[in-house]
């Protein structure tokens, strides 16, 4: 059963730069099958998706979140990645990796999320 | 954006309740519907996926129905770790769109 796993700081400064990375374990970012999302929850609130990537490098973003979103992928070491610059407090959220099976369809893996707060 | 509409937003049921949320899509899509579990402090959990197919694993208790742009998603017998939040989500067009989520209580 493939699994994920969130890594990165859980404080970041207002006006930099959120990266955070996400392993995949017992699987393969290559699998066909598979499209890699982020998604991400306020504290409190509901879910909000971020975007995806598939292992070939095609994204898709959140056109509320576009301008500032960068997700990449790396097949050697079995990790996609997000990147969200100019960060304000409202991007304080617990950031979920989640692996999408085929096109279009259900989120069925889901790594645990990791809160990032957004501080000075 | 497709607008994902649950209700109610919160649900108070005893032990043992049949237990009904809808959710309403702002536009037709389809059976491209999936329904999550989450737990507090916990990643969401998938149950149903295509408006109506259970995930592996899943309690048979729960299961998912309709189409187009009105769904529901059913609990059985309600049990008491079934006590979560609930989440529809649509995955027809892009940006994927979640319901503002559905908390279960037990009375």
């Known amino acids: 059963q493939v699994q994920l796993q969130e890594s990165g700081p859980g404080l970041v400064k207002p006006s930099e730069t959120l990266s955070l990375t996400c392993t995949v374990s017992?699987?393969?970012?290559?699998?066909?099958?598979?499209?890699w999302n982020w998604i991400r929850q306020p504290p409190g609130k509901g879910l909000e998706w971020i975007g995806y990537i598939y292992y070939t490098g095609n994204t898709k973003y959140n056109p509320s979140l576009k301008s500032r979103v960068t997700i990449s992928v790396d097949t050697s070491k079995n990790q996609f990645s997000l990147r969200l610059s100019s960060v304000t407090a409202a991007d304080t959220a617990v950031y979920y990796c989640a692996r999408g099976y085929n096109y279009n369809s259900r989120m069925d893996v889901w790594g645990p999320g990791t809160t990032v707060t957004v501080s000075s | 954006d497709i607008q994902m509409t649950q209700s109610p937003s919160s649900l108070s049921a005893s032990v043992g309740d049949r237990v009904t949320i809808t959710c309403q899509a702002s536009q037709d899509i389809s059976n491209s519907l999936s329904w999550y579990q989450q737990k507090p402090g916990i990643a969401p959990k998938l149950l149903i996926y295509g408006a109506s197919n259970l995930q592996t694993g899943a309690p048979s208790r729960f299961s998912g129905s309709g189409s187009g742009t009105l769904f529901t998603f059913t609990i059985s017998s309600l049990q008491p770790e079934d006590i979560a939040t609930y989440y529809c989500?649509?995955?027809?067009?892009?940006?994927?769109?979640f319901g503002q989520g559905t908390r279960l209580e037990i009375k």
């Open positions: 989500q649509q995955c027809d067009n892009l940006p994927y769109t």
């Open positions: 017992s699987g393969s970012v290559s699998s066909g099958s598979s499209y």
